[in-house]
Protein backbone atom coordinates (compact mmCIF):
# COMPACT_ATOMS: atom_id res chain seq x y z
CA UNK A 1 0.00 0.00 0.00
CA UNK A 2 1.62 3.20 -0.54
CA UNK A 3 2.19 5.54 2.30
CA UNK A 4 0.86 9.24 2.82
CA UNK A 5 0.86 11.48 5.75
CA UNK A 6 -2.25 10.47 7.14
CA UNK A 7 -1.50 6.51 7.31
CA UNK A 8 1.77 7.31 8.47
CA UNK A 9 -0.15 9.37 11.34
CA UNK A 10 -2.84 6.60 11.29
CA UNK A 11 -0.03 4.12 12.08
CA UNK A 12 1.37 5.79 14.85
CA UNK A 13 -2.13 6.30 16.61
CA UNK A 14 -2.97 2.42 15.97
CA UNK A 15 -0.10 1.49 17.71
CA UNK A 16 -0.69 4.13 20.78
CA UNK A 17 -4.39 3.12 21.30
CA UNK A 18 -2.96 -0.64 20.94
CA UNK A 19 -0.17 0.65 23.89
CA UNK A 20 -3.43 2.43 26.17
CA UNK A 21 -4.86 -0.53 25.57
CA UNK A 22 -2.84 -3.13 26.78
CA UNK A 23 -1.96 -0.32 29.88
CA UNK A 24 -5.81 -0.60 31.01
CA UNK A 25 -5.14 -4.15 32.18
CA UNK A 26 -3.68 -2.61 35.09
CA UNK A 27 -6.96 -1.61 36.23
CA UNK A 28 -8.09 -4.10 39.14
CA UNK A 29 -11.86 -3.47 38.29
CA UNK A 30 -14.20 -4.23 35.58
CA UNK A 31 -16.33 -1.30 34.87
CA UNK A 32 -13.13 0.96 35.32
CA UNK A 33 -10.96 -0.73 32.11
CA UNK A 34 -14.54 -0.92 30.39
CA UNK A 35 -13.99 2.54 30.90
CA UNK A 36 -11.15 3.53 29.81
CA UNK A 37 -10.82 1.43 26.96
CA UNK A 38 -14.60 3.02 25.95
CA UNK A 39 -12.13 7.11 26.47
CA UNK A 40 -9.71 5.42 24.05
CA UNK A 41 -11.90 5.36 21.20
CA UNK A 42 -13.94 7.99 22.11
CA UNK A 43 -10.74 10.19 22.09
CA UNK A 44 -9.34 9.08 18.59
CA UNK A 45 -13.05 9.20 17.21
CA UNK A 46 -13.24 13.23 18.24
CA UNK A 47 -10.41 13.75 16.31
CA UNK A 48 -12.16 12.77 12.87
CA UNK A 49 -15.65 13.40 13.25
CA UNK A 50 -16.84 16.79 11.39
CA UNK A 51 -16.82 20.46 13.55
CA UNK A 52 -20.00 20.21 13.68
CA UNK A 53 -20.98 17.04 15.73
CA UNK A 54 -18.94 15.66 19.31
CA UNK A 55 -18.32 11.87 20.69
CA UNK A 56 -19.65 11.40 24.25
CA UNK A 57 -18.78 8.81 26.28
CA UNK A 58 -21.26 6.95 28.44
CA UNK A 59 -25.07 7.96 28.05
CA UNK A 60 -28.20 7.07 27.63
CA UNK A 61 -30.76 8.16 25.11
CA UNK A 62 -34.85 9.34 25.46
CA UNK A 63 -37.15 9.81 22.98
CA UNK A 64 -40.99 11.66 23.00
CA UNK A 65 -42.42 8.78 24.32
CA UNK A 66 -40.52 7.74 26.99
CA UNK A 67 -38.54 4.83 25.43
CA UNK A 68 -35.15 5.03 27.19
CA UNK A 69 -32.11 3.44 25.44
CA UNK A 70 -29.37 0.78 27.44
CA UNK A 71 -26.38 2.58 28.45
CA UNK A 72 -24.11 3.64 25.30
CA UNK A 73 -20.43 3.56 25.34
CA UNK A 74 -20.09 6.04 22.58
CA UNK A 75 -23.05 8.35 21.03
CA UNK A 76 -22.50 10.52 18.69
CA UNK A 77 -24.37 14.18 18.82
CA UNK A 78 -25.01 17.43 17.04
CA UNK A 79 -22.78 19.99 19.40
CA UNK A 80 -25.70 21.45 20.05
CA UNK A 81 -27.26 19.20 21.53
CA UNK A 82 -28.61 19.59 25.53
CA UNK A 83 -27.94 17.45 28.13
CA UNK A 84 -31.30 16.42 30.41
CA UNK A 85 -28.82 15.73 33.34
CA UNK A 86 -24.74 15.38 33.38
CA UNK A 87 -23.57 13.75 35.89
CA UNK A 88 -19.70 13.12 36.25
CA UNK A 89 -19.62 13.09 32.75
CA UNK A 90 -22.89 10.29 32.05
CA UNK A 91 -25.29 12.26 29.74
CA UNK A 92 -29.24 11.50 28.73
CA UNK A 93 -29.62 12.99 25.53
CA UNK A 94 -32.74 13.64 23.19
CA UNK A 95 -33.01 11.37 20.24
CA UNK A 96 -33.48 13.97 17.74
CA UNK A 97 -29.75 15.57 18.42
CA UNK A 98 -28.07 11.66 18.37
CA UNK A 99 -26.25 10.74 14.32
CA UNK A 100 -24.66 7.69 15.90
CA UNK A 101 -23.32 5.13 18.40
CA UNK A 102 -20.26 3.43 18.80
CA UNK A 103 -20.44 -0.13 21.54
CA UNK A 104 -16.94 -1.13 22.77
CA UNK A 105 -16.17 -4.28 23.49
CA UNK A 106 -13.07 -5.42 24.48
CA UNK A 107 -12.76 -8.94 22.67
CA UNK A 108 -15.95 -9.73 20.22
CA UNK A 109 -16.82 -13.32 20.53
CA UNK A 110 -20.99 -14.21 19.96
CA UNK A 111 -22.30 -13.32 23.05
CA UNK A 112 -20.74 -9.75 23.24
CA UNK A 113 -21.65 -9.20 19.29
CA UNK A 114 -25.68 -9.89 19.67
CA UNK A 115 -25.45 -7.77 22.94
CA UNK A 116 -23.74 -4.94 20.96
CA UNK A 117 -25.96 -5.82 17.92
CA UNK A 118 -29.20 -5.66 20.38
CA UNK A 119 -28.34 -2.31 21.49
CA UNK A 120 -27.81 -0.77 18.30
CA UNK A 121 -31.18 -2.03 17.63
CA UNK A 122 -33.10 -0.56 20.22
CA UNK A 123 -30.89 2.83 19.57
CA UNK A 124 -31.91 2.79 15.98
CA UNK A 125 -35.63 2.33 16.76
CA UNK A 126 -35.78 5.31 18.96
CA UNK A 127 -38.37 8.20 17.67
CA UNK A 128 -37.06 11.25 16.15
CA UNK A 129 -39.82 13.58 15.74
CA UNK A 130 -39.44 16.75 18.37
CA UNK A 131 -38.08 19.02 15.44
CA UNK A 132 -38.90 22.73 14.51
CA UNK A 133 -39.34 22.49 11.19
CA UNK A 134 -37.94 25.99 9.48
CA UNK A 135 -38.43 27.32 6.43
CA UNK A 136 -40.57 25.97 2.89
CA UNK A 137 -38.20 23.09 2.19
CA UNK A 138 -37.63 19.91 4.18
CA UNK A 139 -34.56 18.32 4.06
CA UNK A 140 -34.68 14.50 3.57
CA UNK A 141 -31.93 11.58 4.29
CA UNK A 142 -32.41 8.41 1.40
CA UNK A 143 -30.57 5.72 3.69
CA UNK A 144 -31.83 2.16 4.81
CA UNK A 145 -34.03 2.17 1.71
CA UNK A 146 -36.20 4.51 3.36
CA UNK A 147 -36.74 8.25 2.72
CA UNK A 148 -36.47 10.11 6.40
CA UNK A 149 -37.34 13.72 7.24
CA UNK A 150 -34.79 13.40 9.68
CA UNK A 151 -31.11 11.94 9.62
CA UNK A 152 -31.10 8.78 11.02
CA UNK A 153 -28.81 6.79 13.80
CA UNK A 154 -25.83 4.92 12.84
CA UNK A 155 -24.66 2.25 14.97
CA UNK A 156 -21.25 1.19 14.59
CA UNK A 157 -19.18 -2.22 16.74
CA UNK A 158 -15.28 -1.58 17.93
CA UNK A 159 -13.57 -4.02 19.56
CA UNK A 160 -9.82 -4.34 20.50
CA UNK A 161 -9.40 -8.31 19.96
CA UNK A 162 -11.58 -11.27 18.56
CA UNK A 163 -11.57 -14.67 17.36
CA UNK A 164 -11.00 -15.60 13.92
CA UNK A 165 -12.82 -13.12 11.80
CA UNK A 166 -14.52 -15.02 9.29
CA UNK A 167 -15.98 -16.83 12.53
CA UNK A 168 -17.19 -13.24 13.68
CA UNK A 169 -18.47 -12.60 10.25
CA UNK A 170 -20.82 -15.91 10.54
CA UNK A 171 -22.00 -14.79 13.84
CA UNK A 172 -22.77 -11.06 12.35
CA UNK A 173 -24.75 -12.42 9.25
CA UNK A 174 -26.31 -15.02 11.06
CA UNK A 175 -27.86 -12.12 13.58
CA UNK A 176 -28.22 -10.01 10.58
CA UNK A 177 -30.27 -12.17 8.37
CA UNK A 178 -34.18 -11.22 8.54
CA UNK A 179 -33.88 -8.21 9.72
CA UNK A 180 -34.48 -4.58 8.30
CA UNK A 181 -31.75 -2.77 6.92
CA UNK A 182 -33.01 -0.12 9.84
CA UNK A 183 -31.82 -2.21 12.82
CA UNK A 184 -28.66 -3.67 11.65
CA UNK A 185 -25.12 -2.48 12.74
CA UNK A 186 -23.54 0.04 9.93
CA UNK A 187 -19.75 -1.36 10.54
CA UNK A 188 -17.86 -3.54 12.60
CA UNK A 189 -13.99 -3.39 13.67
CA UNK A 190 -11.40 -4.87 15.21
CA UNK A 191 -7.96 -3.59 15.58
CA UNK A 192 -5.16 -5.31 14.07
CA UNK A 193 -7.45 -7.47 12.39
CA UNK A 194 -10.00 -6.38 10.06
CA UNK A 195 -13.60 -4.81 9.65
CA UNK A 196 -17.06 -5.44 8.45
CA UNK A 197 -18.55 -3.15 5.86
CA UNK A 198 -21.76 -3.87 3.28
CA UNK A 199 -21.32 -4.34 -0.65
CA UNK A 200 -23.68 -2.17 -2.33
CA UNK A 201 -26.53 -4.26 -4.79
CA UNK A 202 -26.20 -1.57 -6.84
CA UNK A 203 -22.53 -0.83 -7.86
CA UNK A 204 -20.94 -3.54 -6.26
CA UNK A 205 -18.95 -1.47 -3.73
CA UNK A 206 -18.72 -0.40 0.00
CA UNK A 207 -21.67 1.23 1.01
CA UNK A 208 -22.08 3.44 4.14
CA UNK A 209 -24.90 0.92 5.43
CA UNK A 210 -26.87 -1.56 4.90
CA UNK A 211 -29.83 -2.03 2.66
CA UNK A 212 -32.13 -4.75 0.76
CA UNK A 213 -29.73 -7.09 -1.40
CA UNK A 214 -26.22 -5.80 0.62
CA UNK A 215 -23.72 -8.57 0.97
CA UNK A 216 -21.63 -8.18 4.38
CA UNK A 217 -18.34 -7.97 3.73
CA UNK A 218 -14.90 -8.94 5.28
CA UNK A 219 -11.51 -6.77 4.90
CA UNK A 220 -8.30 -7.74 6.45
CA UNK A 221 -6.63 -4.93 7.51
CA UNK A 222 -3.40 -3.23 6.23
CA UNK A 223 -0.85 -3.84 8.54
CA UNK A 224 0.56 -0.26 7.47
CA UNK A 225 -2.80 1.59 8.81
CA UNK A 226 -4.77 -0.96 11.22
CA UNK A 227 -8.22 0.06 10.74
CA UNK A 228 -7.86 3.09 11.65
CA UNK A 229 -7.73 4.64 8.30
CA UNK A 230 -10.91 3.24 6.84
CA UNK A 231 -12.78 4.12 10.57
CA UNK A 232 -11.76 7.78 9.93
CA UNK A 233 -13.03 7.64 6.27
CA UNK A 234 -15.62 5.99 7.12
CA UNK A 235 -16.42 8.48 10.28
CA UNK A 236 -16.29 11.33 7.96
CA UNK A 237 -18.47 10.02 5.45
CA UNK A 238 -21.05 9.13 7.71
CA UNK A 239 -21.15 12.41 9.61
CA UNK A 240 -20.06 15.34 7.25
CA UNK A 241 -23.76 14.97 5.77
CA UNK A 242 -25.24 14.99 9.39
CA UNK A 243 -27.79 17.74 9.68
CA UNK A 244 -30.89 18.20 12.55
CA UNK A 245 -33.69 20.87 12.15
CA UNK A 246 -33.97 22.72 15.28
CA UNK A 247 -34.95 20.86 18.35
CA UNK A 248 -38.31 21.11 19.84
CA UNK A 249 -38.22 20.62 23.60
CA UNK A 250 -41.91 21.43 23.99
CA UNK A 251 -43.30 17.67 22.86
CA UNK A 252 -40.83 16.22 25.58
CA UNK A 253 -42.94 18.45 28.69
CA UNK A 254 -45.64 15.90 28.03
CA UNK A 255 -48.61 17.03 30.23
CA UNK A 256 -46.64 17.91 32.63
CA UNK A 257 -47.99 21.37 32.43
CA UNK A 258 -45.94 24.47 33.57
CA UNK A 259 -47.74 25.81 36.60
CA UNK A 260 -51.50 26.13 37.92
CA UNK A 261 -52.74 29.26 36.32
CA UNK A 262 -53.60 31.42 39.65
CA UNK A 263 -54.56 35.44 38.23
CA UNK A 264 -53.39 37.70 35.42
CA UNK A 265 -53.04 41.42 35.47
CA UNK A 266 -53.98 43.60 32.23
CA UNK A 267 -51.14 46.06 32.01
CA UNK A 268 -53.40 48.26 29.85
CA UNK A 269 -53.96 51.74 32.02
CA UNK A 270 -51.61 50.87 34.62
CA UNK A 271 -49.92 54.02 35.65
CA UNK A 272 -46.47 54.20 36.97
Same mark, same amino acid.
Given at each position: ??????????????????? +??????? @??????? #??????????????????????? &???????? +? !?????????????????????? !??????????? *???????????????? +???? $???????????????? #???????????? %???? *???? !???????? #?? =?????? &?????????????????????? $? #? @??????? %????????????????? =? +????? %?????????? =???? @???????????????? $???? !??????????????
Amino acid at each position: MERNHLSWILSSVAKRMRA +DFDQSVA @FQHRAQT #GEVREVIVRDFCEGYLPGHVEAL &HSGEIISV +D !GDVSPQCDIVIVDRSTPSFTNL !GGYRIVPSECV *YGVIEVKTKLDKQQLF +DACE $KIRSVKQLKKVAYKRV #GPFARHANVYDR %VLPY *YPTA !GMIFAFDS #GD =LATVGQ &HLAEWCAGREPDEIPDSVWVLG $K #G @FFNWISP %VNGKLDRGPSSGAALAL =L +DAEPE %VDVLFPLALH =LNIH @FSEAWMDPLDLLPYAG $KIGF !GAFRKSWSLRGVQE
